[in-house]
T-cell receptor, first 113, second 113 residues
Framework: QQQVKQSPQSLIVQKGGISIINCAYE??????FPWYQQFPGKGPALLIA?????SEKKEGRFTISFNKSAKQFSLHIMDSQPGDSATYFC????????????FGGGTRLMVKP | NAGVTQTPKFRVLKTGQSMTLLCAQD?????MYWYRQDPGMGLRLIHY???????AKGEVPDGYNVSRLKKQNFLLGLESAAPSQTSVYFC????????????FGNGTRLTVT
């Protein structure tokens, strides 16, 4: 039983379009919500992260929207590019547990030229 | 600066065989983790360590053992491999400071026949 549920499992977007990936969680004790990006044959790497006291965080074309009351958060990729094609994982951190993250199931994004 | 290095990159085992996966980091990070990645399941934490000589169980620890005799190394052992342990294994490390990102290695693909 995953504590962080991610959707969709796969996503195809045209170049220049908006990619949206959603995550939902149950444990209200989570205190930090990062997104990781993974290219084939590589390990995941931190993309962007948000704390639950903030409703939105933007870094370049990447934005996290956070809805604490609904226990949901999402990643928006504006002006999606073929180079954004990768697998994206949302995650949540248990406080006071060694910076331990629990991950969603992942979304495989393909951006078509 | 190699970051997080995992060896081996690929391995095929027969059921019942044992092996050890090695993780080494050169960033002087306090925390280290072992995750397994399976399709649709995301990354699941096997064991983690908050310092040299200490280890703790994660979400899916059964069938695995770990050791952290040196700060820079974190070993994952399979004493009697089972087909259910076929997966891609990722090691990660992070600093002690809160919200520090996890730095992942490039993974070990293990097949148990």
């Amino acid at each position: 039983q995953q504590q962080v549920k991610q959707s969709p499992q796969s996503l195809i977007v045209q170049k220049g379009g908006i990619s949206i990936i959603n995550c939902a969680y149950e444990n209200t004790a989570f205190d930090y919500f990062p997104w990781y990006q993974q290219f084939p044959g590589k390990g995941p790497a931190l993309l962007i992260a948000i704390r639950p006291d903030v409703s939105e965080k933007k870094e370049g074309r990447f934005t996290i929207s956070f809805n604490k009351s609904a226990k949901q958060f999402s990643l928006h990729i504006m002006d999606s590019q073929p180079g954004d094609s990768a697998t994206y994982f949302c995650a949540a951190r248990y406080p006071l547990a060694g910076n331990m993250l629990t991950f969603g199931g992942g979304t495989r994004l393909m951006v078509k030229p | 600066n190699a970051g997080v290095t995992q060896t081996p990159k690929f391995r095929v085992l027969k059921t019942g065989q044992s092996m050890t996966l090695l993780c080494a980091q050169d960033m002087n990070h306090e925390y280290m983790y072992w995750y397994r990645q399976d399709p649709g399941m995301g990354l699941r934490l096997i064991h983690y360590s908050v310092g040299e000589g200490t280890t703790a169980k994660g979400e899916v620890p059964d069938g695995y053992n770990v050791s952290r005799l040196k700060k820079q190394n974190f070993l994952l052992g399979l004493e009697s491999a089972a087909p259910s342990q076929t997966s891609v294994y990722f090691c990660a490390s992070s600093r002690l400071i809160g919200n520090s990102p996890l730095h992942f290695g490039n993974g070990t693909r293990l097949t148990v026949t």
